[in-house]
């Protein structure tokens, strides 16, 4: 993807992440005649998987031409878009100056973060290599392309939840209980009613077979035949370019488990650091492609409108100034 140059900074808005919540937010700023320059490091949540889902009318499209075609749109309205990795953000007088990882700087009025999250994989052999291929964690995103086939959920804090969800799709779910805490008496109740084996076992390996999973080889040894393996990862937010602007990160905890990471925001995206706003994974671990778009476009009205503000103060204090 090409790369472009910044002749006039500061901006009035500076997009740190260029995803789609990131680059939804560039169009809307950018057909509200915002000059924004959004900072990309090209590596976004989903690239593992060739399809990308449940995103209206652009349904099974590959992750990175989403972005390849988003990054069309945002520059059709202007936006400039920066190949490069955001190291440090600062606060200047007139508001943000981001330092690259390059040398380079970028200065602008607002700040809107949205770097996503990195999900934090368990530790089994030959996991991470098929992660968002037959490696999964989300029905909405994959789970009717292994309707009907054997999957089995890795134990995680969210195996009894994962597992009912998966259980939707296909009659062929199995719980492995792996490392994860033991399930209680009425979850194992509410698994066994709904047909879901549950292996009270240490998944050793992965076993893959003609570039697909083919099952899991147990501590004990047995082996275990399977088309898909869900996962319940750590979703640990991409928020250190925040923390030398005093935000940190809050945990996402459930049921007394920590989750992950988000960086808190009000529903429009603006954080407890006036001027910064985040959207999309984040703030929001959850959010699915649509949804981290949506946050996009709502951070970039609110950064549209927090300006128009800043730019009537200012008109009203120039007119009084000049004012006979
Ligand atoms: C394997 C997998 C498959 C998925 N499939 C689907 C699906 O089918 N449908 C669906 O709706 N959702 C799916 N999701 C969820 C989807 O990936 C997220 O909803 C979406 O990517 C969130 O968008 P985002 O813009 O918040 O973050 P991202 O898409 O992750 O974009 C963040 C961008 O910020 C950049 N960045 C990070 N740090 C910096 C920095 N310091 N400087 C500059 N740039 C930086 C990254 O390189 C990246 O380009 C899937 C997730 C995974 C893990």
Not at 244 to 263: A, P
Request: proline residues 4%; glycine residues 10%.
């Amino acid at each position: 993807m090409t790369s472009d140059t910044v002749h006039h900074t500061p901006v009035d808005a500076i997009v740190v992440g260029g995803g789609v919540a990131g680059l939804s937010a560039a169009v809307a700023l950018g057909r509200s005649r915002r000059s924004v320059v959004v900072v990309d490091a090209g590596d976004p949540r989903n690239a593992p998987a060739a399809h990308s889902h449940n995103y209206l009318t652009r349904d099974g499209e590959s992750p990175l031409e989403l972005v390849r075609l988003g990054r069309d749109e945002a520059r059709h309205y202007g936006a400039h878009i920066i190949d490069g990795t955001a190291r440090s953000a600062t606060r200047t007088e007139s508001g943000f100056e981001i330092s690259l990882a390059d040398g380079s700087v970028v200065q602008g009025r607002r700040l809107l973060v949205t770097t996503g999250l990195t999900d934090v994989l368990p530790d089994i052999p030959g996991l991470a290599e098929r992660w968002g291929r037959d490696v999964l964690h989300c029905p909405y995103c994959h789970g009717w392309e292994v309707r009907d086939r054997a999957i089995g959920i890795v134990g995680s804090a969210m195996a009894q939840h994962q597992a009912q969800m998966w259980r939707q799709l296909t009659e062929h779910v199995t719980v492995f209980a792996h490392t994860a805490p033991e399930f209680t008496d009425e979850e194992l109740q509410r698994l066994a009613a709904r047909g879901i084996d549950v292996v009270d076992e240490e998944i050793a390996g992965v076993e893959v077979d003609n570039d697909a999973i083919v099952g899991v080889t147990l501590s004990d040894g047995r082996q275990v035949r399977l088309d898909a393996l869900v996962v319940g990862p750590s979703f640990t937010s991409r928020a250190d370019i925040l923390v030398s602007l005093g935000l940190g990160t809050t945990e996402m905890v459930l049921d007394d488990h920590v989750l992950g990471t988000y960086i808190e925001a009000d529903p429009v995206g603006a954080t407890a650091v006036p001027g910064v706003w985040v959207a999309g994974n984040v703030a929001a671990p959850m959010d699915t492609v649509v949804a981290a778009a949506a946050a996009g476009v709502k951070a970039g009205a609110a950064i549209n409108g927090d300006l128009i503000e800043e730019d009537v103060r200012a008109a009203v204090e120039r007119a009084k100034s000049t004012a006979p």
